[in-house]
C-alpha cells in the first residue's frame, strides 16, 4: 500500500456520461497531481494542485476538470465521454521540500463503451 | 523544452544477463532524475532517484542507475535480469517552474527477460 488511495479502481460506463474519480493523498502530502495512461501510452500529465490551488495543467481535455478540497482530497472529473478517454487514471501526491519522487495510487480504469 | 528520451520501447534480455534501460535528459540547472517501475495493472512505483553525491545510484530489487552529466543519461541497469523483472520502466526527470516543480517521464520502455 503507498498510501495513495484510488476508487473507484474499475469503471465501466457509456459514451456520453459523466464520472468522478477520487484521490486521497498520502498523508502529509500536499500535492496531487493526475495523469492518464491509455494502452501502450506512457502517462501524460494532466493537471496539479497544491493544497487546494491549481498549480499546473497539461493535457487536459476541456471535457475533464478537476479540484482539490480543504481535506486535500481531490477529484477528476469526466464528461461529455468518448471511446477514446478510456485509459488508465493514475493519481499521485509529494510533499514541498522533499527530493522523494512522487506517490502513486494504484490507478482507476476507465473503460468507456 | 526540458524532455526525458527514453529511446528504446523495448528491451529483450535472457534471464541472468545483465540488462541496461537508457534514458536521456534535458533540463535547466542540476536534474532530480527517477526510475519508476510498472507491473501489470498497477501503479508506479518508485525504484531509485538521483539528486546529487555518487553518480552510481542503487535502489530496490537489486537496479542501479549511472548518471552522467556530461551525456546527459541517466540509464538504468542490473547485473543479472530475473524474469519478475519484466515490466515497463520509465525514466522520470524533475523540472521547477515558477514556485513549484513537476515530473515528467518517458515514454516507458518494456523490459522482457526471458527464461
Known amino acids: 500500500d503507498s498510501g495513495v488511495t484510488q476508487t473507484p479502481k474499475h469503471l465501466i460506463t457509456a459514451t456520453g456520461q459523466r464520472v468522478t474519480l477520487r484521490c486521497s493523498p498520502r498523508s502529509g502530502d500536499l500535492s496531487v497531481y493526475w495523469y492518464q495512461q491509455s494502452l501502450d501510452q506512457g502517462l501524460q500529465f494532466l493537471i496539479q494542485y497544491y493544497n487546494g490551488e491549481e498549480r499546473a495543467k497539461g493535457n487536459i481535455l476541456e471535457r475533464f476538470s478537476a479540484q482539490q478540497f480543504p481535506d486535500l482530497h481531490s477529484e477528476l472529473n469526466l464528461s461529455s465521454l468518448e471511446l477514446g478517454d478510456s485509459a488508465l487514471y493514475f493519481c499521485?501526491?509529494?510533499?514541498?521540500?522533499?527530493?522523494?519522487?512522487?506517490?502513486f495510487g494504484s490507478g482507476t480504469r476507465l473503460t468507456v463503451v | 523544452a526540458q524532455s526525458v528520451a527514453q529511446p528504446e520501447d523495448q528491451v529483450n534480455v535472457a534471464e541472468g544477463n545483465p540488462l541496461t534501460v537508457k534514458c536521456t535528459y534535458s533540463?535547466?540547472?542540476?536534474?532530480?532524475l527517477f526510475w519508476y517501475v510498472q507491473y501489470p495493472n498497477r501503479g508506479l512505483q518508485f525504484l531509485l532517484k538521483?539528486?546529487?553525491?555518487?553518480?552510481l545510484v542503487k535502489g530496490s530489487y537489486g537496479f542501479e542507475a549511472e548518471f552522467n552529466k556530461s551525456q546527459t543519461s541517466f540509464h538504468l541497469k542490473k547485473p543479472s535480469a530475473l524474469v519478475s523483472d519484466s515490466a515497463l520502466y520509465f525514466c522520470a526527470v524533475r523540472v521547477l517552474y515558477s514556485s513549484a516543480s513537476k515530473i515528467i517521464f518517458g515514454s516507458g520502455t518494456r523490459l522482457s527477460i526471458r527464461p
Open positions: 538521483y539528486i546529487t553525491g555518487d553518480n
Open positions: 533540463v535547466s540547472g542540476n536534474p532530480y
Open positions: 499521485a501526491s509529494s510533499s514541498p521540500g522533499k527530493t522523494d519522487g512522487y506517490t
